[in-house]
């Protein structure tokens, strides 16, 4: 059974950084293009950033320059490193396929961004 298991997430101030990763199993993980995915309080899911099996990354244009989605094939996990972080940035964050399963989601990481 697919499982993601996402860790990381806190409390962080305007201009903080956190490091998020995923755990993913059961699957073969490294030849899957993953993403992560937030959603913050009466707000759709939406796609932050991905990364390809050849670690071709994209990312939504409000995180540019700030985020970066990086992954560990050995590993099976994820990566998602949050710098100059924005009270914007709250929400509830999740790694999922690059085109999500919804029978996959797991519990995500809360990011709260606040003084």
């Known amino acids: 059974q697919v499982q993601f298991v996402e860790s990381g997430g806190g409390l962080a101030q305007p201009g903080g950084s956190l490091r998020l990763s995923c755990v993913v199993s059961?699957?073969?993980?490294?030849?899957?293009?993953m993403g992560w995915f937030r959603q913050a309080p009466g707000k759709q899911r939406e796609l932050v950033a991905g990364?390809?099996?050849?670690?071709?990354?994209n990312y939504v244009d409000s995180v540019k320059g700030r985020f970066t989605i990086s992954r560990d094939n050995a590993k099976n996990t994820v990566y998602l490193q949050m710098n100059s972080l924005k009270p914007g940035d709250t929400a509830i964050y999740y790694c999922?396929?690059?085109?999500?399963?919804?029978?996959?989601w797991g519990q995500g990481t809360q990011v709260t961004v606040s003084s």
């Open positions: 990364i390809s099996s050849g670690r071709i990354t």
């Open positions: 059961g699957d073969i993980f490294s030849i899957r293009s």
């Open positions: 999922n396929y690059l085109i999500p399963r919804t029978s996959y």
